[in-house]
């Protein structure tokens, strides 16, 4: 391509390619930083969803002789 003198010329092909590619780049860029924050508030949506099924199972009063279930056994 060094050789070749059309692709050297301003507004060639390659240069517009070039362009494109950092262009999709910083787009990539920016997906990927929304992509990474939509994670880290769905991690603390959960963990805090988490926690509040945590705190109400404590305060279930259970009779004696009750068995437990576990809901997460995917039985129910």
Not at 50 to 75: A, C, M, R, Y
Request: net charge negative; hydrophobic share 40%; aromatic share 4%.
């Amino acid at each position: 391509a060094a050789a070749d003198p059309v692709s050297m010329v301003p507004g060639s092909l390659e240069r517009g390619t070039w362009c494109d590619e950092h262009m999709l780049h910083e787009r990539l860029d920016i997906i990927e930083e929304k992509v990474i924050k939509t994670v880290e508030h769905l991690e603390s949506e959960v963990k805090s969803l988490l926690n509040i099924i945590s705190e109400t199972t404590l305060n279930i009063p259970t009779v004696p002789g009750t068995p437990l279930i576990d809901v997460f056994d995917g039985q129910y």
